[in-house]
């Protein structure tokens, strides 16, 4: 059977404490509230958290619930209810055992969040491959920015010198993202694999300089498909590419007071000192 306790008092923390540690019981937090849950099927410890201290499990069980996103310690303490330097101990114990890591966001590398040590971090927090140790690699986005863009203009040259018909070589001129990312994967010139989000903001950053287009077509099922081609006339200028936001692949997580923030943006606030 199963059922939930809510710890309120010290006198049974004892027995909950030795009933979660033998394996018999699950952690949840509401709030700031600790619900131990009982387990069905008697006494089963996980393997990562076998040979665990009472601490240590509570506190394990609180960054498991975070994800890929990790919690910050101020929320860590306010769910277990420890201490600080308790809690400091218990989480340099547990990165030393590498059961959890802590990770810098890129848009406040003072603060630090902690995960499991296996969990690959949201790309909220690396700023995903467009990031190199919380330096935002500018010349890398544009390389890829300029080779997707040299693809392009060949698919377009090649559609137009083999399909006389101009809505034949529009079709035929036409990438989707797939496509794209299968061709900067064949470059070699990325150290990791790009994710379709990642190459559709180096395609949009395309679109918004005005180089290319973007053109929706319906696919099987009546869903809504979405191609790039490439501009035959480019424009001499953009001025959105002159600001940073124009070509920050984050532009679509920006928010204010979110972890990617224009006030806490450094490439905004040089841009605008200049």
């Not at 619900?35 to 008697?42: P, R």
């Amino acid at each position: 059977s199963s059922g939930t306790t809510q710890s309120t008092g010290s006198s049974g923390i004892n027995a909950e404490y030795g009933l979660l540690t033998a394996g018999k019981i699950d952690l949840k937090t509401q709030g700031s509230i600790l619900i131990y849950q009982l387990k069905a099927g008697g006494p089963t410890t996980s393997a990562a958290t076998k040979g665990m201290g009472q601490e240590e499990k509570i506190v394990y069980k609180i960054i498991e619930e975070a994800g890929n996103k990790g919690i910050w310690v101020k929320d860590i303490r306010f769910k277990s209810n420890l201490q600080l330097t308790q809690l400091n101990k218990v989480l340099k114990v547990l990165e030393s055992k590498k059961t959890i890591k802590s990770v810098r966001p890129v848009n406040d590398s003072k603060k630090k969040v902690y995960m499991l040590f296996d969990t690959k971090p949201d790309s909220s927090l690396t700023g995903g491959a467009w990031y190199s140790e919380s330096d935002f690699e500018t010349e890398f986005v544009d390389i890829l920015g300029r080779q997707t863009l040299t693809y392009l203009q060949r698919q377009r040259s090649h559609a137009e010198v083999t399909h006389s018909d101009p809505m034949a070589a529009q079709r035929n001129m036409m990438v989707d993202i797939k496509q794209v990312k299968n061709f900067i994967s064949q470059l070699g010139i990325s150290k990791v694999e790009l994710e379709e989000e990642e190459v559709k903001q180096i395609l949009e950053s395309l679109v918004f300089d005005g180089f290319v287009c973007r053109t929706y077509t319906l696919g099987e099922g009546g869903k809504r498909m979405t191609f790039y081609r490439a501009i035959k006339h480019q424009p001499l200028t953009s001025g959105v590419s002159r600001v940073p936001c124009g070509v920050c692949p984050l532009t679509t997580q920006c928010t204010p007071g979110g972890l990617v923030s224009p006030s806490s943006c450094k490439y905004m606030k040089e841009w605008l000192e200049f």
